[in-house]
């Protein structure tokens, strides 16, 4: 049910409705209006680029990496379209990436993702 109140709620921001109408409309408060809207945003952008990731000819790739995730494995490689071999031929080792603060998750993720392309 809040999934179809999120949906409206990004549609109606879209269509070019205030914060105050779709709160008043919804009964919560205009930054809660604010947080759905950002966060729906958020969630249509992040599926747009799994699709995106999915019709890439070069699999995997970085699309397929959460943005914060892939945001910091860019800058560390200064280059945004960095790929499993540039992360091989630094070590592939967790304490190598704990310096640019990975955390265990990230470091999870980023062994998925090597797999996807043969690595260990």
């Given amino acids: 049910m809040a999934e179809g109140r ?13 914060f105050a109408a779709i709160a ?3 009964g919560i408060s205009q930054p809660r209006v604010r947080q759905v809207f ?15 990731a999915d019709r890439r000819p070069d699999q995997p790739n970085p699309l397929q990496l959460e943005p914060r995730l892939r ?3 860019a800058e560390f ?19 190598n990436f704990a310096c640019i603060g ?7 993720t980023l062994v998925k993702w ?7």
């Fill in 71 to 73: 945001a910091m494995l």
């Fill in 77 to 95: 490689y200064g280059k945004a379209d960095f790929t499993p071999d540039d992360i091989e031929a630094l070590e592939f080792s967790r304490s």
């Fill in 38 to 52: 950002e966060r729906e945003e958020k969630r249509e952008l992040r599926r747009r680029e799994l699709a995106e």
């Fill in 102 to 108: 990975f955390n265990a998750a990230d470091w999870r």
């Fill in 6 to 18: 999120n949906q409206e709620i990004l549609e109606r921001r879209r269509a070019g409705e205030t």
């Fill in 114 to 120: 090597m797999a996807l392309a043969g690595k260990k």
């Fill in 24 to 26: 008043r409309d919804f």
